[in-house]
């Protein structure tokens, strides 16, 4: 069981690039979401999704899209990257009635 | 609207002593609460989580947690530090208790370092 996957783990970007970060996971988890982890801030969440064609911001949402065509999958799109936008990424996901969310194995991203 | 405060950005102790990490919440509605650990490079790895029930909630590598609703609080303990445990520590609080949320609020962190 595969659980929640990230790609790619490390990637490094030149301002105003585009990039897309992929995350799947394979428990038929209805909600998903994407936090960001910077020094000093804790995990703050950008956007999320409760099941296939929804999705909402989170927190942090400036700088990013989502989507989520199917039940797996919820890609996290940087548009334009921005120095600012260098940290570390972490998919999640869980059951509509779960307590307990999953996290991936994050996506380090550096921005130049 | 949640929040969460984790008191002491660092905590140092030395190997064999009580580590006890502090964490606050607030929630508007009755929370569920999780306790991370993430060591360098790596991801979140849950060490306990308190839903409902009882409130002292024992976790992996010996680590367990008291809620208490009256403080708002969520400290985590461990009776004896090992090496092992320098890590970096995150409480959260989630708004999905209700059924309808969607929010885990982290807070931002506690870096444990283990002395000889």
């Known amino acids: 069981n595969a659980g929640v996957t990230q790609t790619p783990k490390f990637q490094v970007l030149k301002t105003g690039q585009s990039m897309t970060l992929q995350c799947a996971q394979d428990?038929?988890?209805?909600?998903m979401s994407w936090y960001r982890q910077d020094p000093g801030m804790g995990l703050r969440l950008i956007h999320y999704?409760?099941?296939?064609?929804?999705?909402d911001q989170g927190e942090v949402p400036n700088g990013y899209n989502v989507s989520r065509s199917t039940t797996e999958d919820f890609p996290l799109r940087l548009l334009s990257a921005a120095p600012s936008q260098t940290s570390v990424y972490f998919c999640?996901?869980?059951?509509?009635?779960?307590?307990?969310?999953?996290f991936g194995e994050g996506s380090w991203l550096t921005v130049v | 609207a949640q929040s969460v405060t984790q008191l002491g950005s660092h905590v140092s102790v030395s190997e064999g002593a009580l580590v006890l990490l502090r964490c606050n919440y607030s929630?508007?509605?009755?929370?569920?609460l999780f306790w991370y650990v993430q060591y360098p490079n790596q991801g979140l790895q849950l060490l306990l989580k308190?839903?409902?029930?009882a409130t002292l909630v024992k976790g992996i590598n010996g680590f367990e947690a008291e809620f208490k609703k009256s403080e708002t609080s969520f400290h985590l303990t461990k009776p004896s530090a090992h090496m092992s445990d320098a890590a970096e520590y995150f409480c959260?609080?989630?708004?999905w208790g209700t059924g309808g949320g969607n929010k885990l609020t982290f807070g931002t962190g506690t870096q444990l370092k283990v002395e000889l």
């Open positions: 428990m038929n988890h209805e909600y």
């Open positions: 999704s409760v099941g296939a064609g929804i999705t």
């Open positions: 999640a996901s869980r059951t509509e009635l779960g307590n307990t969310i999953y």
């Open positions: 959260a609080v989630s708004d």
């Open positions: 929630s508007s509605v009755p929370p569920y």
């Open positions: 308190y839903t409902t029930g």
